[in-house]
């Protein structure tokens, strides 16, 4: 069914828009760290915010997250370069208008073809190849993109997947241009968005400037934004609280910290936020001692969540399982799902009891110690929980020492499975489980990097996936997501929270609390000084 709601939508946002620009101040580069020195500038065959952050204010998607609703969901989703969708009657067909007169940063103008050329790419029917291709796993109920002239596609799917939506509406789903090649695009890229590509300096700093042809008229206000890269965070606040950053990497202040840069920066605003990301275990299958399902058992029972959350977070973490825990979560487990769960429950001397029973049936104990290299991304996030997680580990006879593995290195490293034991951070770039389950559990995802494979259970990922009705689907992923606790198939320690500082003359940028990927088109953003 047509939805000509949403032209009045866009046209009345359009307006609010230009009215609101009379108050705004035009000029000045915004100056945010970058936490780690990215791969490469494609959002397409990248996982990491290091790219995403920076890269899509140069790209447009057809739909967006309204970037000043703090909380994703069906209902904050706008056009961007579609001006209008439509659903068929019997939910496979998605039909997008496209927005006319846009220009790729080139000069080429934008066509239905881009559309179509970007999710060919994404499925693997064109004969350029993606690098890598993380969210393949998105777009596996994607039959086909059909053109009808320069200004209309229409996504055409195998089933039902009102989701689909959603996913079209991430930072991690640009349109890319057709002319430009997949190899151009890692380290000279072209989007259609209020900010252009200068450089990429690898281990130095990323900058883009103003697209003075955008296609919303008097956007962007900010000349510029560059990003220098720093990846020792205690150098990169210390430099934000001497006022040479106008706002810290986001989400990058732990709520130990908060307090810290809150005395020596007392006028920096900062906001703490669920960030839809979990710390959890990767154990790889096909390794020795992890191909044993009760030794993975026993690992997921050595957890104790709470001290980590009162570690790290100051007691302001959530456990969960797979999906992001109420109420900053819609589709999250209950706590009272979770204490008959492999190692949630609050008596974990009880639980390390058995784990260690489980350790001495493998043939390990006191006097003979399982030796693990725990592999883990080199940045803070990941060091300082992968400390706490061997101090815990020793309580059921498992000695872990650390492999250190830097952020260019780290994906390709654990999408080959060059990997035995890790320590994860999984951000979901959507709250909806369709991302969550097909990306990282669904058997053959690229980002399945444990090796998990229920066939029956991805019977059930589709079941939920073709479900309209809220309270029907929900209750479906807490039955699937309670399976994979229970499978172990990437165990959950806890879902964190962070800050994220800015200087109070930055305006127009709202922080986002159920996605770190979505918020950063910056088209709005402004300098009051």
């Not at 819609?330 to 706590?335: A, E, Q, Y």
Request: with cysteine; aromatic share 10%; proline share 8%.
């Amino acid at each position: 069914m047509l939805r000509p709601f949403l032209v009045i939508a866009a046209a009345a946002w359009l307006i609010v828009g230009a009215q609101a620009a009379l108050a705004q101040k035009t000029g000045g580069i915004l100056k945010i760290y970058n936490r780690d020195s990215p791969p490469s500038m494609s959002i397409l065959e990248e996982s990491t915010l290091s790219t995403v952050l920076p890269m899509m204010g140069v790209f447009n998607n057809l739909v967006v997250y309204d970037q000043h609703v703090a909380q994703n969901s069906e209902r904050s989703i706008q056009p961007e370069l579609a001006t209008s969708w439509s659903w068929s009657e019997e939910g496979t067909r998605l039909t997008f208008e496209l927005r006319k007169g846009v220009r790729w940063h080139d000069g080429k103008p934008f066509t239905a073809r881009d559309v179509k050329c970007t999710w060919d790419r994404l499925t693997g029917k064109t004969s350029e190849k993606l690098r890598i291709n993380p969210r393949r796993s998105w777009y596996g109920n994607l039959e086909e993109v059909e053109t009808n002239g320069d200004y209309e596609a229409t996504f055409v799917l195998k089933r039902p997947q009102p989701a689909l939506l959603a996913l079209l509406a991430s930072g991690f789903a640009p349109v890319y241009p057709c002319h430009v090649s997949l190899r151009d695009m890692r380290t000279q890229p072209i989007g259609t968005g209020p900010f252009k590509f200068v450089e990429f300096r690898p281990n130095e700093s990323i900058r883009v400037t103003r697209n003075p042809d955008y296609w919303r008229r008097g956007r962007p206000y900010l000349d510029g934004v560059e990003y220098t890269i720093i990846p020792n965070r205690s150098t990169a606040l210390l430099t934000f609280e001497a006022g040479k950053f106008d706002m810290t990497w986001p989400y990058d202040v732990p709520v130990p910290l908060l307090k810290e840069v809150q005395s020596e920066a007392p006028q920096a605003i900062c906001e703490t936020a669920p960030l839809n990301a979990s710390r959890n275990l990767i154990m790889n299958r096909d390794a020795p001692p992890f191909g044993d399902p009760e030794v993975r058992r026993a690992i997921a029972l050595s957890l104790d969540r709470k001290a980590f959350i009162d570690i790290l977070d100051v007691g302001q973490g959530d456990i969960g399982g797979a999906m992001l825990p109420p109420p900053g979560g819609v589709w999250g487990l209950p706590p009272e799902q979770l204490t008959d769960l492999p190692g949630y429950a609050p008596d974990v001397e009880k639980s390390r009891a058995e784990a260690r029973g489980i350790i001495a049936r493998a043939g390990y104990g006191p006097d003979k110690r399982l030796q693990v290299k725990l592999t883990i991304r080199n940045i803070p996030i990941i060091r300082d929980p992968a400390i706490i997680l061997i101090d815990q580990l020793k309580t059921i006879y498992v000695d872990a020492e650390l492999d250190l593995v830097e952020s260019v290195n780290w994906y390709p490293k654990v999408f080959r499975k060059d990997y035995t034991f890790g320590l994860n951070m999984t951000a979901s770039a959507i709250d909806d489980p369709d991302q969550q389950f097909f990306e990282n559990y669904a058997c053959g995802a690229e980002r399945n990097i444990t090796g998990y494979c229920n066939p029956e259970l991805e019977k059930e990922f589709a079941r939920q996936s073709i479900e309209a009705d809220r309270e029907k689907r929900k209750k479906l992923v807490w039955k699937i997501d309670r399976k994979l606790q229970e499978d172990g198939a990437r165990p959950i320690i806890f879902h964190y929270r962070a800050a994220s500082c800015r200087w109070p003359y930055v305006k127009g940028l709202t922080i986002m609390v159920n996605s770190i990927y979505n918020g950063w088109r910056f088209e709005d953003v402004w300098l009051d000084r």
